[in-house]
């Protein structure tokens, strides 16, 4: 595989030109350009419409793997409410796993397929599923209830990702359940080896991983909130915790006694499919009264009767509701949202009008419909703290989708070009790419998409193998109307990125650089060179944050 820095070489003029524009970037240089024109390729004007076309493709980024033209106008015609039901209404689409449903692991070549598959069938997912709204909810599900393919193989993380699409708009008790039922989340956090020490089992010790992460990363955190997100402090100061080791080691109790449903086989994957089931042997399960968070656990019960017990405990606590609500926005639309913002949605968590508690369908519509998120739908009526930086795989399906393309680019051998900083269901661990918690350097603003910017990856946004890879890709990608555009003029091509991946506000002073910047882009043609100088606008701030 050609090392990026080899291939960025040629590409090092746009590298200034980048850094300028973020050292511009100021209050007046994020206004848009007074004045686009239409060009070859750009969708036809809706009807009228309450919804505008920056409003909907702004829309688009908050819900969606990126703005398409067929996407935006589907918004504008439905309305975000709308649009929303409709997505609601949608079947579930999955992967296919079948191809990899039997191989052996320990054969490199066998499993370096399985792997090259996995990878492509879920970019491919990001790119084309038709429910965008369902696999975005999914995409940001992962990265804070966490699995990962370096542990769990590629089938694992396969069934992982149809498992979080069936369950996105499920209710969140619902999900709590699943979960911890789910046989890859068993395999990850080790629930599978959860056993009491006992006179039938003096070899069994309780595996406490699941318990912990359950509560401090997918359910409450480590310290006490308000309904705002604000952490609840003691009289000295300090924030409140909301478990203890004690806790961590009853709730393991609770949770020992699961197992695969059926036999064990290596090198059939099918055990990813069907959820654990309570251990007939009564010794996997400690049936000894138990504490947790100041409830009571009686001695004697079942697993999964315990189950139950927890979910109802985790469900009425009162930071699960601004825990999840957090974490949801900031996927969604903005890194650091306001407190009130924060309330107003673990209100719908709490109770969704009809007394449910973690109705998903309801929060969703709490997020992507209150007047923070779509203040920004009029341009420059926001502030400039608002929004999310576009996170890695967010970039990159942002500039696939742009282009019409239905599967990732490859490298010349057929392999899927991935993007290096951010693997989808592949963290480096249970805590994700980056924590929620995560802030701008020097600030005490949320940022935690920042972590993954790094000099790297800006290098990989500029890289040479991209336009490559779109030549490659051939007619699984629109680049002609690019291509031509760029053929046609300067301005004709500016135009065609500001409506494509701009909103049709592109800032006056990016329009005016992609012009003086065109005679001199690297290509060998003009699809080449239209790509290259599309990597060189999408590198810059103005797209890099999503507002």
């Given at each position: 595989?050609p090392?990026?820095?080899?291939?960025?070489r040629?590409?090092?003029?746009?590298?200034?030109?980048v850094?300028?524009?973020?050292?511009?970037c100021s209050?007046?240089?994020?206004?848009p350009?007074?004045?686009?024109?239409?060009?070859a390729?750009?969708?036809?004007?809706?009807?009228?419409s309450?919804?505008?076309?920056?409003a909907a493709?702004?829309?688009?980024?908050?819900?969606?793997?990126?703005a398409t033209p067929e996407?935006?106008?589907?918004i504008?015609?439905?309305?975000?409410?709308?649009w929303?039901?409709?997505?609601?209404?949608?079947?579930?689409?999955?992967i296919?796993?079948?191809?990899?449903?039997?191989?052996?692991?320990?054969?490199?070549a066998?499993?370096d397929?399985?792997?090259?598959?996995?990878?492509g069938?879920?970019?491919?997912?990001?790119?084309?599923?038709?429910?965008q709204?369902?696999?975005r909810?999914?995409?940001?599900?992962s990265?804070?209830?966490?699995?990962?393919?370096?542990?769990?193989?590629p089938?694992g993380?396969?069934?992982?990702?149809?498992?979080?699409?069936?369950?996105?708009f499920?209710?969140y008790?619902d999900?709590?359940?699943a979960?911890?039922?789910?046989?890859?989340?068993?395999f990850?956090l080790?629930?599978?080896?959860?056993?009491?020490?006992?006179d039938e089992?003096?070899?069994?010790?309780?595996n406490?991983?699941?318990?912990?992460?359950?509560?401090?990363l997918?359910?409450l955190g480590?310290a006490k909130?308000n309904?705002d997100?604000?952490?609840?402090r003691?009289?000295?100061?300090?924030?409140?915790?909301?478990y203890?080791q004690?806790?961590?080691e009853?709730?393991?109790?609770?949770?020992?006694?699961?197992r695969?449903?059926?036999?064990?086989?290596?090198?059939?994957?099918?055990?990813?499919?069907?959820?654990?089931?309570?251990?007939t042997?009564?010794?996997?399960h400690?049936?000894?009264?138990?504490?947790?968070?100041?409830?009571?656990?009686?001695?004697?019960v079942?697993?999964?009767?315990?189950l139950?017990?927890?979910?109802?405990?985790?469900?009425?606590?009162?930071n699960?509701?601004?825990?999840?609500?957090?974490r949801?926005?900031q996927?969604?639309v903005?890194?650091?949202?306001?407190?009130a913002?924060?309330?107003r949605?673990?209100?719908?968590?709490?109770n969704?009008?009809?007394?449910?508690?973690?109705d998903?369908?309801?929060?969703m519509?709490?997020?992507?419909?209150?007047?923070?998120?779509?203040?920004?739908?009029?341009?420059g009526?926001?502030?400039?703290q608002f929004g999310?930086?576009?996170?890695?795989?967010?970039?990159?399906t942002?500039l696939l989708?742009?282009?019409?393309?239905?599967?990732?680019?490859?490298?010349?051998?057929n392999?899927?070009?991935?993007?290096?900083?951010?693997r989808?269901?592949?963290?480096?661990?249970?805590?994700?790419?980056?924590m929620?918690?995560?802030?701008a350097?020097g600030s005490?603003?949320?940022?935690?998409?920042?972590?993954?910017?790094?000099?790297?990856?800006?290098?990989?946004?500029?890289?040479?193998?991209?336009?490559?890879g779109?030549?490659?890709?051939?007619?699984a990608c629109?680049a002609?109307?690019?291509?031509?555009?760029y053929?046609?003029?300067p301005?004709?091509?500016?135009?065609?990125?500001?409506?494509?991946?701009?909103?049709g506000?592109?800032?006056?002073?990016?329009?005016?650089?992609?012009?003086?910047?065109?005679?001199?882009?690297?290509?060998?043609?003009?699809?080449?060179k239209?790509?290259?100088?599309?990597?060189?606008?999408?590198?810059?701030?103005?797209?890099?944050?999503?507002?």
């Amino acid at each position: 595989m050609p090392s990026i820095s080899r291939l960025s070489r040629k590409r090092a003029w746009l590298l200034p030109a980048v850094l300028l524009l973020a050292a511009g970037c100021s209050r007046d240089a994020d206004q848009p350009a007074e004045h686009f024109s239409a060009s070859a390729g750009q969708v036809k004007p809706v009807a009228s419409s309450p919804v505008t076309r920056y409003a909907a493709a702004r829309f688009a980024d908050q819900v969606s793997f990126g703005a398409t033209p067929e996407l935006v106008a589907d918004i504008q015609a439905k309305g975000f409410e709308r649009w929303i039901d409709a997505q609601y209404a949608m079947p579930v689409s999955r992967i296919d796993t079948s191809p990899i449903v039997n191989y052996d692991s320990q054969i490199p070549a066998l499993s370096d397929k399985a792997y090259r598959y996995a990878t492509g069938q879920l970019y491919t997912s990001l790119l084309t599923a038709p429910d965008q709204l369902r696999r975005r909810v999914s995409w940001s599900l992962s990265q804070f209830i966490v699995t990962a393919m370096n542990k769990i193989e590629p089938y694992g993380s396969l069934a992982w990702s149809n498992f979080l699409q069936q369950h996105a708009f499920s209710n969140y008790g619902d999900l709590i359940r699943a979960v911890t039922t789910n046989p890859t989340m068993g395999f990850y956090l080790d629930n599978l080896q959860n056993r009491p020490t006992s006179d039938e089992c003096k070899w069994c010790s309780p595996n406490e991983n699941y318990a912990r992460e359950l509560m401090q990363l997918f359910t409450l955190g480590v310290a006490k909130l308000n309904i705002d997100g604000t952490l609840q402090r003691d009289a000295a100061g300090k924030p409140v915790e909301t478990y203890s080791q004690k806790d961590v080691e009853e709730l393991a109790r609770a949770l020992t006694g699961w197992r695969i449903d059926g036999d064990f086989d290596r090198t059939d994957f099918r055990r990813h499919d069907k959820p654990l089931v309570p251990d007939t042997w009564r010794a996997a399960h400690d049936r000894g009264a138990k504490l947790v968070l100041g409830r009571s656990f009686p001695a004697g019960v079942e697993a999964g009767q315990e189950l139950e017990t927890i979910v109802s405990l985790l469900m009425s606590h009162q930071n699960i509701a601004p825990f999840v609500s957090l974490r949801l926005i900031q996927h969604h639309v903005t890194s650091d949202p306001s407190p009130a913002y924060i309330a107003r949605v673990a209100t719908v968590f709490r109770n969704n009008g009809q007394g449910v508690a973690g109705d998903m369908k309801a929060v969703m519509k709490a997020i992507l419909l209150d007047p923070e998120a779509r203040r920004g739908d009029q341009p420059g009526a926001d502030t400039v703290q608002f929004g999310k930086m576009r996170e890695p795989v967010l970039w990159y399906t942002g500039l696939l989708r742009g282009l019409g393309c239905k599967d990732p680019l490859q490298w010349e051998n057929n392999n899927g070009l991935m993007v290096p900083a951010q693997r989808p269901f592949d963290p480096a661990s249970v805590f994700s790419f980056y924590m929620p918690t995560d802030r701008a350097p020097g600030s005490n603003l949320l940022a935690p998409e920042q972590r993954l910017l790094t000099a790297e990856d800006l290098s990989w946004r500029l890289a040479s193998f991209v336009p490559e890879g779109v030549k490659r890709a051939g007619a699984a990608c629109d680049a002609g109307a690019f291509g031509r555009a760029y053929s046609n003029s300067p301005a004709a091509f500016a135009d065609l990125v500001n409506e494509r991946y701009f909103r049709g506000a592109m800032p006056a002073t990016l329009r005016q650089n992609l012009i003086e910047l065109a005679p001199t882009t690297w290509g060998n043609t003009p699809d080449q060179k239209a790509i290259s100088l599309l990597q060189y606008a999408l590198a810059t701030p103005y797209y890099g944050v999503i507002r």
